[in-house]
């Protein structure tokens, strides 16, 4: 299990006119968060892509607990929770500064080949970083 | 049980580099199917708003079966599955333009007023328009 | 002189807590008009891409004279004032549905080989089209 | 003269299928780079528009010299040129890494009062801060 946490300054543009961050923009947070989980143990995403290895996003779940604001520096807790396979999971949490829990998520991810555009196992040096 | 299609042309602006709709851009076509649902039953989100009423997203879920493209011209099928209560439910089907399904999805909504920031039920001409 | 003319609904997810489309989206709504204008005319911006020309964004200059708002179904006019060259101008008017004018924009575009990431003239069938 | 630096990293979602960093976007990332220029004198947009005060953008242009691309960390430079007035200006130069400069741009900025919706001169505390 292995764990990371970023931070996420809200953008305006970011905000809808009920003055939430509008619930679709959580998705780019968290690409943003299992990006820099991933760089934190050593592994480049945009590394993975020019290596061929496309990781589209296959599901997506979240839960709204409470809104954030224009300006809040967001904190989102990213856990890969068990080793993946051909398929790999994380969890996302995204707090407030006030320490106040936000929303619940999580999504799976597939491993493809760009080449023959069909799903592939984990590639070898991220089973070896996630250790 | 009701239900609406509508089209979505995907914009340049929605793809990602890999070449698909980014995957966070689904939550915002399913905010236009569901208005355009509630529209095609004579009411307007819009004026529920004005009214002060919002109907922030509590819940949302998705599986992604097949990536969309650049230009391609989606149809998202909208139902209302069930009567509404405190929150209101409406599921997603994303087709591209050779009928393959491309991916299934779920919202729940909750109503709350403005003025006092809690939950309220159903609001009676929303009640009425599901009839 | 060529023009077009399209309508756009406002998104939720593109007003801002000012309770305005955010500035940066109208890139969107005239990247959508600049490729209906040229569908109109018999040419498919997404096949001039598949055919290994790219045609990114050199200038792009707005002035902003009223917001838009949710759910306005705004009109933009788009007009390509000039023969391209090895650049294409297009000029944009957005009008709301009383029709008053809400902003007045210009973007040059260039095009680009994809092979080898430079310049070209602009592509015989886009010329003819354009007559 | 007043100028700020900030560092922006390239998100997937901001990337199209060009492989490029959208057009569109650098409007949000110019957002944040004025508002975080107004953070370091002390100067906060978003209590600015808690008082009422809110700065739509009145005028927007960009040149565009080299693409951003996924994963890039950009710098951002940005100055205000001159004193606001009933007006606020700001310059933008976009850097990657490698300080190659990827594009130009200029916002001007109008001062509104939420109450009356009209124009109003630069705020005392602002004025004071810039100095």
């Given at each position: 299990m292995i764990s990371n946490?970023?931070?996420?300054?809200?953008?305006?543009?970011e905000t809808d006119q009920m003055g939430y961050v509008y619930?679709?923009?959580?998705a780019t947070y968290?690409?943003?968060a299992r990006v820099e989980l991933l760089?934190?143990?050593?592994?480049?995403?945009?590394?993975?892509?020019?290596?061929?290895v496309m990781l589209p996003v296959f599901e997506f779940s979240i839960k709204?607990?409470?809104?954030?604001?224009?300006d809040d520096l967001l904190i989102i807790k990213?856990?890969?929770p068990e080793p993946p396979g051909a398929r790999i999971?994380?969890?996302?949490?995204t707090f407030n500064e006030k320490g106040v829990l936000l929303n619940k998520a999580e999504?799976?991810?597939?491993?493809?080949?760009?080449?023959?555009?069909?799903?592939?196992?984990?590639?070898?040096?991220?089973k070896v970083a996630l250790k």
């Open positions: 946490e970023i931070q996420v300054r809200v953008r305006y543009a619930y679709g923009n959580y968290f690409e943003v760089r934190s143990i050593g592994f480049s995403y945009k590394k993975l892509e020019e290596e061929g709204y607990f409470k809104p954030a604001f224009y990213t856990t890969i999971k994380f969890l996302y949490e999504t799976t991810l597939v491993f493809i080949s760009r080449a023959t555009n069909r799903p592939i196992a984990v590639p070898d040096d991220l």
